[in-house]
T-cell receptor
């Protein structure tokens, strides 16, 4: 059974803090993704990675960076947290084999920046 | 125009009703299509993939119309437990990186 875990379910940080969100998958998937989900806006892609040390910007990368040093781990970094980054953050992974690219999601981290 | 569009609802239906959701997508080269289900405050989970010939899984039927670029999900004999948000999902087709585009979701409330 595919498992994607995220380091925290709930996180409260102050404006200006550096924030690390960690994601680990156990299925040897090549692709990993970070999304944020906000009411009325749906899921928006922040960054994704298709291989170790490889990354590509998604639709809303501003204010975020990522790190993928190992295949199973994909980190999202908020360099200087701001209140407009308060959101639900979801990590996902998927294989590159096959056609359908089903994505498996972690449980999410609800981040509040005060 | 959004790449994937859905009616956000909510759809309020009684138990036992049949309900259908539609979704349109803009990229005619898209190859992979899915319906995901997301319960309140939970992560999205794959409900079913959508195949060109249409496919059925119990009370759920998914259809794809490539000519009109829309996908549908039909739920028969609705249960209270079907209450959730249903996300229409399409791959970008422009690369093989597995990038998916998610619709905003359609909310279903099944009432007793």
């Amino acid at each position: 059974d595919v498992k994607v875990t995220q380091s925290s379910r709930y996180l409260v940080k102050r404006t200006g803090e550096k924030v690390f969100l960690e994601c680990v998958q156990d299925m040897d998937h090549e692709n990993m993704f970070w999304y944020r989900q906000d009411p009325g806006l749906g899921l928006r892609l922040i960054y994704f990675s298709y291989d170790v040390k490889m990354k590509e910007k998604g639709d809303i990368p501003e204010g975020y960076s990522v790190s993928r040093e190992k295949k199973e781990r994909f980190s999202l970094i908020l360099e200087s947290a701001s209140t407009n980054q308060t959101s639900m953050y979801l990590c996902a992974s998927s294989p590159t084999s096959g056609v359908f690219y089903e994505q498996y999601f972690g449980p999410g981290t609800r981040l509040t920046v005060t | 125009r959004k790449e994937v569009e859905q009616d956000p609802g909510p759809f309020n239906v009684p138990e036992g009703a049949t309900v259908a959701f539609n979704c349109t997508y803009s990229n005619s080269a898209s190859q992979s299509f899915f319906w995901y289900r997301q319960d309140c405050r939970k992560e999205p989970k794959l409900l079913m993939s959508v195949y060109s010939s249409g496919n059925e899984d119990g009370r759920f039927t998914a259809q794809l119309n490539r000519a009109s670029q829309y996908i549908s999900l039909l739920i028969r004999d609705s249960k209270l437990s079907d209450s959730a948000t249903y996300l229409c999902v399409v791959n970008t087709a422009s690369s093989n990186t597995g990038k998916l585009i998610f619709g905003q979701g359609t909310t279903l409330q099944v009432k007793p």
